[in-house]
């Protein structure tokens, strides 16, 4: 059973920097999609930034210009980079991926265990 792994994630003071890192346990045949998402404390779990396997990017409003994910195909793992990080960036994110696993089967959704980002002084 493949498993997406995190890691990364802890305690920073506010205006610092963290860089999350996710990729799948095992051999992987094919990844169409990845992804960051978060969940705060009382509220819905939202998307954070996603990549594309034609390379396009997409971010929530409110990380434009602080947050930037990137890829290395080699090691099929995403990076989020997180800068200028906010108290209300505090939040488990969870990586998420659209891949198959083998030839045969088609894409499927699959999710990290999340990983606890605190902003706070």
Known sequence: ?????????GLVQ?????RLSCAPSGSIFNIFAMGWYRQ???????????????GITNYADSVKGRFTISRDNAKNTVYLQMNSLKPEDTAVYYC??????TW???PGA???QGTQVTVSS
């Open 1 to 9: 059973q493949v498993q997406l792994v995190e890691s990364g994630g």
């Open 14 to 18: 506010p205006g610092g920097s963290l």
């Open 40 to 54: 705060a404390p009382g509220k819905q779990r939202e998307l954070v930034a996603t990549w594309t396997k034609g």
């Open 96 to 101: 998420n991926a659209e891949m198959a696993a």
């Open 104 to 106: 045969y089967s088609g």
């Open 110 to 112: 699959y999710w990290g």
